[in-house]
RNA sequence: GCGCCCUUAGCUCAGGUGGACAGAGCGUCGGACUACGAAUCCGAAGGCCAGAGGUUCGAAUCCUCUAGGGCGCACCA
């Protein structure tokens, strides 16, 4: 089990990109704020920027107004009226108007909205990059299957969403590092032992029956025949205790290895495999026992040791928690404790950590013992990724490690494909229970929205080939004349595509990775509508050099966003 | 019993820290290719945002209660 890592220097995992161009929002609120100053009326801390949905309300809106009229003691219209007038001139905007009951409305220039696709193809691959979490080393754990079994359909979303997070998370600059946690002790180790054991006798034609909370799958009947087939054998002579350490090791070197493989298929490599046993083995919990001690956050109750939990009613912890059983064992919990404090928080400015819903009832303590130990709350986050309810032609498949029915990972893989899997998973809040019905995603996975979004790049693609073909020269992208782009279906083209640093950074803020999925669909939709309206290829050549520049960039901007999904963008479908 | 999450179109789901007439995909119905990919496009139907109160200039969004659903409440992990 040396094989894993516990520790990762965190400067090895690269993550750190350099990016200088200003968020258009951030132009706006300047100019508000100059507006504003200028106006003799006091400043707001922050704007909020929101796309309205009806074209007559502009392209950007704020309500500054409306939140500033209390601390101004003025009327939100008086307000507004007063930033229009003094809103500095800008090539952004070509007016800003007050709508409502205090709106402001910001109309972009659409000679400025055109000549930005230069600067978006400048940019290429960085597009969408940002600085907000530039600087922080971020810690996430997730997927971390009990090492009892391949993995199944709901580990598949949790990849996802992890993997998704984490480049995301990269992508505004921070340095992340991936985990994960292999709970390799404990009573699940000891019945995955027992159970193996049961199977390799069997193996041998020496009759055995499974232990009473064993696994009774048949990928240890599989695992069997393979010890045997290696040479292993039954270890008559060994005691007890070494015979289960033998056989409950060799089982989850095992069956880790395939989920990391299968994993691997997915497109999901973690930088840090850990594993509980490491953890026990070096004595971290009997530190952080004795740290929580001398802190007197424990005491002994009933031969057993206890974590003062409930003296943190805050984060919501009703009753105390066993750190040490009176049998002299550390709990999983008291584990995970020393685990986070020594490992995972050294040198980190932030852990977060995804969990089933089945763990939610974990969270409060974890929260309360990191508080105690000095981490600040918001240092320490959890997310829960909700269940998936699957369906097989509308019926539910019940899923069960113990029963041994459940749908593998691996079979997703198979029958979904990779992109689709996670584009579906990738298109419900992580929070949020999904039902995915395997025989409806398999027959109409031509109408999957993953490949709505991969066509519209497949087609641009297409377009570039064919002028290729004709021996047409793609100019470049500082050469082209951008003015020729006028018509408003390819102004709101461009107009979608200025959106997409505010859609990454806000589904980072957020941790909500289906925002970047959702905005792909409405972009691919946009293109596809110009597409079918618009001709690329023409005589006209600076209208052509134009709406090749405007395709390269949509195309930009969807293999950025899929790339950040961890989605594919094949050059034909 | 206590606590947490959820309830939006026939189905599956979106709706930044409350904002200006509620959105998408699928499904249904009706249309569109002798030019760059029809895995596409255009249009229609479909909603008392579970229900009732409250806060607010303004609520799907915040608060309270009710009904229905999920999960958690171990010296398991």
Not at 68 to 89: E, G, N, T
Not at 190 to 197: G, P, Q, T
Not at 297 to 326: I, M, N, P, T
Not at 342 to 371: C, E, S, W
């Given at each position: 089990?040396?094989?894993?890592?516990?520790?990762?220097?965190?400067?090895?995992?690269?993550?750190?990109?350099?990016?200088?161009?200003?968020?258009?929002?951030?132009?706006?609120?300047?100019?508000?704020?100059?507006?504003?100053?200028?106006?003799?009326?006091?400043?707001?801390?922050?704007c909020?920027?929101?796309?309205?949905?009806?074209?007559?309300?502009?392209?950007?809106?704020?309500?500054?107004?409306m939140?500033?009229?209390?601390?101004?003691?003025?009327?939100?219209?008086?307000?507004?009226?007063?930033v229009?007038?003094?809103?500095?001139?800008?090539?952004?905007?070509?007016?800003?108007?007050?709508?409502?009951?205090?709106?402001?409305?910001?109309?972009?220039?659409?000679?400025?909205?055109?000549?930005?696709?230069?600067?978006?193809?400048?940019e290429?691959?960085?597009?969408?990059?940002?600085?907000?979490?530039?600087?922080?080393?971020?810690?996430?754990?997730?997927?971390?299957?009990?090492?009892?079994?391949?993995?199944?359909?709901?580990?598949?979303?949790?990849?996802?969403?992890?993997?998704?997070?984490?480049?995301?998370?990269?992508?505004?600059?921070?340095?992340?590092?991936?985990?994960?946690?292999?709970?390799?002790?404990?009573?699940q180790?000891?019945?995955?032992?027992?159970?193996?054991?049961?199977?390799?006798?069997?193996?041998?034609?020496v009759?055995?029956?499974?232990?009473?909370?064993?696994?009774?799958?048949?990928?240890?009947?599989?695992?069997?025949?393979?010890?045997?087939?290696?040479?292993?054998?039954?270890?008559?002579?060994?005691?007890?205790?070494e015979r289960?350490?033998?056989?409950?090791?060799?089982?989850?070197?095992r069956?880790v290895?395939?989920?990391?493989?299968?994993?691997?298929?997915?497109?999901?490599?973690?930088?840090?495999?850990?594993?509980?046993?490491?953890?026990?083995?070096?004595?971290?919990?009997?530190?952080?026992l004795?740290?929580l001690?001398?802190?007197?956050?424990?005491?002994?109750?009933?031969?057993?040791?206890?974590?003062?939990?409930?003296?943190?009613?805050?984060?919501?912890?009703?009753?105390?928690?066993?750190?040490?059983?009176?049998?002299?064992?550390?709990?999983?919990?008291?584990?995970?404790?020393?685990?986070?404090?020594?490992?995972?928080?050294?040198?980190?400015?932030?852990?977060?950590n995804?969990?089933?819903?089945?763990?939610?009832?974990?969270?409060?303590?974890?929260?309360?013992?990191?508080?105690?130990?000095?981490?600040?709350?918001?240092?320490?986050?959890?997310?829960?990724?909700?269940?998936?309810?699957?369906?097989?032609?509308?019926?539910?498949?019940?899923?069960?490690?113990?029963?041994?029915?459940?749908?593998?990972?691996?079979?997703?893989l198979?029958?979904?494909?990779?992109?689709?899997?996670?584009?579906?998973?990738?298109?419900?809040?992580?929070?949020?229970?999904l039902?995915f019905?395997?025989?409806?995603?398999t027959?109409?996975?031509?109408?999957?929205?993953?490949?709505?979004?991969?066509?519209?790049?497949?087609?641009?693609?297409?377009?570039?080939?064919?002028?290729?073909?004709?021996?047409?020269?793609v100019?470049?992208?500082?050469?082209?004349?951008?003015?020729?782009?006028?018509?408003?279906?390819?102004?709101a083209?461009?107009?979608?595509?200025?959106?997409?640093p505010?859609i990454?950074?806000?589904?980072t803020?957020?941790?909500?990775?289906?925002?970047?999925?959702?905005?792909?669909?409405?972009?691919?939709?946009?293109?596809?509508?110009?597409?079918?309206?618009?001709?690329?290829?023409?005589?006209?050549?600076?209208?052509?050099?134009?709406?090749?520049?405007?395709?390269?960039?949509?195309?930009?901007?969807?293999?950025?966003?899929?790339?950040?999904?961890?989605?594919?963008?094949?050059e034909s479908?």
């Amino acid at each position: 089990m040396r094989d894993w890592p516990l520790f990762l220097r965190h400067d090895a995992v690269p993550g750190r990109y350099p990016v200088t161009r200003m968020r258009l929002t951030d132009r706006l609120t300047d100019g508000v704020r100059t507006a504003l100053a200028k106006a003799g009326l006091p400043e707001p801390d922050a704007c909020a920027w929101e796309v309205p949905r009806q074209a007559e309300h502009g392209d950007y809106a704020t309500n500054a107004p409306m939140i500033l009229a209390r601390v101004a003691k003025r009327a939100p219209r008086q307000i507004a009226d007063l930033v229009v007038k003094h809103f500095p001139p800008m090539p952004e905007v070509e007016r800003i108007e007050v709508a409502g009951p205090g709106f402001l409305n910001v109309f972009l220039a659409p000679a400025w909205c055109a000549g930005a696709l230069t600067e978006i193809l400048g940019e290429g691959v960085t597009y969408g990059r940002g600085e907000s979490q530039a600087g922080r080393r971020i810690r996430l754990e997730f997927v971390s299957a009990n090492p009892t079994g391949p993995l199944v359909i709901v580990n598949g979303r949790a990849a996802a969403v992890g993997d998704a997070l984490a480049r995301l998370l990269r992508s505004q600059g921070a340095s992340v590092a991936t985990e994960f946690y292999i709970n390799d002790a404990g009573n699940q180790f000891e019945a995955l032992a027992r159970s193996f054991e049961a199977r390799v006798k069997q193996e041998f034609g020496v009759p055995a029956a499974l232990p009473e909370n064993g696994y009774p799958g048949e990928y240890l009947i599989d695992l069997a025949k393979t010890y045997r087939a290696e040479g292993g054998g039954l270890r008559e002579g060994a005691s007890e205790a070494e015979r289960l350490e033998h056989f409950g090791r060799y089982a989850v070197r095992r069956i880790v290895e395939g989920q990391r493989r299968t994993l691997r298929e997915y497109g999901v490599e973690f930088d840090v495999w850990s594993s509980e046993h490491d953890v026990r083995e070096q004595h971290l919990p009997e530190r952080v026992l004795a740290e929580l001690a001398s802190r007197g956050l424990s005491y002994e109750q009933d031969g057993a040791l206890w974590f003062r939990s409930s003296e943190h009613e805050e984060v919501g912890d009703d009753k105390d928690r066993v750190l040490r059983r009176s049998s002299g064992g550390v709990t999983y919990f008291g584990v995970d404790v020393a685990y986070h404090h020594y490992v995972k928080f050294a040198g980190t400015d932030r852990v977060i950590n995804l969990l089933g819903p089945d763990h939610h009832g974990y969270v409060a303590r974890m929260r309360a013992a990191m508080q105690a130990l000095g981490h600040p709350p918001e240092a320490f986050e959890v997310l829960i990724v909700q269940l998936v309810t699957l369906l097989r032609d509308g019926q539910p498949v019940r899923m069960s490690k113990r029963r041994g029915e459940f749908v593998l990972m691996e079979e997703l893989l198979e029958e979904v494909g990779r992109d689709a899997a996670r584009f579906t998973f990738l298109t419900r809040r992580h929070d949020s229970p999904l039902e995915f019905d395997l025989a409806v995603a398999t027959r109409q996975s031509n109408e999957n929205p993953v490949y709505y979004v991969q066509y519209a790049h497949a087609r641009i693609r297409s377009i570039f080939r064919q002028a290729a073909e004709q021996g047409i020269a793609v100019a470049r992208a500082a050469d082209v004349d951008t003015s020729p782009l006028v018509e408003p279906a390819e102004l709101a083209l461009i107009k979608l595509l200025l959106q997409f640093p505010e859609i990454v950074g806000g589904a980072t803020r957020a941790l909500e990775p289906h925002r970047v999925a959702y905005w792909l669909q409405e972009l691919a939709a946009a293109f596809h509508g110009w597409y079918r309206n618009h001709r690329v290829i023409q005589d006209d050549a600076r209208l052509m050099q134009a709406r090749m520049a405007l395709c390269a960039a949509v195309d930009t901007v969807i293999r950025n966003g899929l790339e950040l999904l961890g989605v594919g963008a094949p050059e034909s479908m």
